[in-house]
């Protein structure tokens, strides 16, 4: 993982992130009040946004992270995803430490490398700066895929 200055990013990450900042004003969210956004860039250029759908019915909410990713998979089935930007907001300013995804989110995100056979950049924003890490698995290193329910 690398800490970058939001002027230290490149074109590619600024724009991915800025789609997950915009992100949080459609996030639904008004049990917790903690806005996620989501970007996820996939290999033909497209971006795919998302944010947090919470329910009255926990846990029958969806974290920012999982509505990208599934919504790149239910539409470009084929397209690997290369980059995926987070972003959270509550108190009325984003976050000025960059908000880490929940378990669950990180086993999608390793599902997601796996099944395209490559890496994905996580891109976690914060006011102070963004965490900027090569692949889903440096989020989560004991890795669980298909492999290891075959015994």
Not at 81 to 87: C, F, K, N, R, T
Not at 105 to 118: A, K
Request: glycine share 10%.
């Amino acid at each position: 993982m690398r800490a970058y200055q939001w002027d230290e990013l490149t074109e590619e990450q600024r724009e991915v992130v800025s789609i997950a900042k915009e992100q949080i004003h459609h996030s639904y969210c008004p049990y917790s009040h903690f806005h996620v956004g989501a970007a996820a860039k996939l290999a033909n250029g497209v971006i795919i946004p998302g944010c947090n759908q919470e329910n009255a019915a926990y846990p029958s909410g969806l974290c920012a992270e999982r509505t990208a990713l599934f919504a790149a998979g239910a539409q470009y089935p084929e397209q690997p995803v290369e980059m995926l930007a987070i972003a959270c907001y509550t108190g009325g300013h984003f976050t000025g430490e960059p908000g880490s995804p929940c378990g669950a989110c990180r086993q999608v995100m390793l599902e997601t490398e796996h099944r395209y056979g490559g890496k994905m950049q996580v891109l976690l924003y914060g006011e102070k700066e963004t965490y900027v890490f090569d692949s889903a698995s440096d989020l989560l290193p004991l890795i669980f895929v298909s492999e290891n329910l075959k015994g």
